[in-house]
Nanobody
Framework: VQLQASGGGLVEAGASLRLSCVGS????????MGWFRQPPGKEREFVAH????????VYTDSVKGRFTISRDVAENTVYLQMNSLEPEDTAVYYC??????????????????WGQGTLVTVSS
């Protein structure tokens, strides 16, 4: 499985961005797909995931109501729509996937496959 993330950039606080993660080698409908982020000088942290069947989404508390994870099976792509961005959202964002936990896990170590990361910078 290979994952290619894109869509990061420099925006002002309050703006929106949409990150994309295109998968190859396996369809996203057979995987738990997640987004993680690593703020400058901090450890990687869970952001959101969408279950293998697409029916369940989970978010970390700090992004609830602002971020939405979704997928397009036909495009084999997972998205992270980020609205009302805050400077605290500044980080490198990574998409990840796992076969072993189809319904959900927040632990980075449970994900076998990772994209290369895309930088999101939010200015105040």
């Amino acid at each position: 499985v290979q994952l290619q993330a894109s869509g990061g950039g420099l925006v002002e606080a309050g703006a929106s961005l949409r990150l994309s993660c295109v998968g190859s080698g396996r369809t996203v409908s057979t995987l738990l797909m997640g987004w993680f982020r690593q703020p400058p000088g901090k450890e990687r942290e869970f952001v959101a995931h969408i279950s293998r069947d697409g029916g369940t989404t989970v978010y970390t508390d700090s992004v609830k109501g602002r971020f939405t994870i979704s997928r397009d099976v036909a495009e084999n792509t997972v998205y992270l729509q980020m609205n009302s961005l805050e400077p605290e959202d500044t980080a490198v964002y990574y998409c990840a996937s796992t076969i072993r936990f189809p319904y959900g896990t927040r632990r980075a170590g449970d994900y076998e496959y990772w994209g290369q990361g895309t930088l999101v910078t939010v200015s105040s």
